[in-house]
């Protein structure tokens, strides 16, 4: 049973391009969740998916981004006309429920904005 | 505004020491407190602490929760190289969203 896979690892983007980071949660879950990791700083929460539907998106901001979790395929994060202050570690998490059960995270995306 | 606050940002002990990590929190409708291990990947869980004063252990990693004073500590005794991470907690609360509350972390490194 393949854990959270994340792709790419690593993504460069200059200032203006769209970035897209995909998150397959582990098989059988059903609730994806993903945060921001700025450097010095803990995980921030962005949004909480379940499939075909966005539960909670306090945490993404209003203007650029973007989360889909569709009936099939991976989730999709997508943040458009990239800045520099996007540049950070994107973690994605899967659980089997919802509520904050046991969650397993993904390695990560590194998005670097140049 | 909920917090996770946790002491210290960073430690540096030599191996076989023990260590206290600890992380207060001011959450309302708190319900559970979670102990996660970043090394350079992904954080993978350690404890969910729900109960107070019920310690939870695993090999040499420990942990208990203070509903009453509002923290939880997590214990390494006899360190190992292997240990050093950053330790992130997080705390759980039952309001209508699902976002977990998380400390910055506290950075371990443990010299050989």
């Known amino acids: 049973n393949a854990g959270v896979m994340q792709n790419p690892r690593h993504l460069v983007r200059r200032r203006g391009q769209e970035a897209r980071l995909r998150c397959s949660p582990m098989?059988?879950?059903?609730?994806v969740y993903w945060y921001r990791q700025l450097p010095e700083e803990g995980l921030k929460f962005m949004v909480y998916l379940q499939k075909e539907n966005i539960i909670d998106e306090s945490g993404m901001p209003k203007e650029r981004f973007s989360a889909e979790f569709p009936k099939e395929g991976p989730s999709i994060l997508r943040i458009q006309q990239v800045v520099r202050g996007d540049s950070a570690a994107y973690f994605c998490?899967?659980?089997?429920?919802?509520?904050?059960?046991?969650?397993?995270f993904g390695q990560g995306t590194r998005l670097t904005v140049v | 505004e909920d917090k996770v606050v946790q002491s210290p940002l960073s430690l540096v002990v030599h191996e076989g020491d023990t260590v206290t990590l600890n992380c207060s929190y001011e959450?309302?409708?708190?319900?559970?407190l979670l102990w996660y291990k970043q090394e350079k990947k992904a954080p993978t869980f350690l404890f969910m602490l729900t109960s107070s004063g019920i310690e939870k252990k695993s090999g040499r990693l420990s942990s208990i929760l203070d509903k009453k004073e509002l923290f939880s500590i997590l214990n390494i005794t006899a360190t190992q190289t292997g240990d050093s991470a950053i330790y992130l907690c997080?705390?759980?609360?039952?309001?209508?969203?699902?976002?977990?509350?998380w400390g910055a972390g506290t950075k371990l490194i443990i010299k050989p």
């Open positions: 959450v309302t409708n708190f319900r559970s």
């Open positions: 997080a705390a759980d609360h039952t309001s209508p969203n699902y976002q977990l509350i």
């Open positions: 098989k059988g879950h059903s609730h």
């Open positions: 998490a899967s659980s089997l429920s919802g509520g904050n059960t046991e969650a397993f």
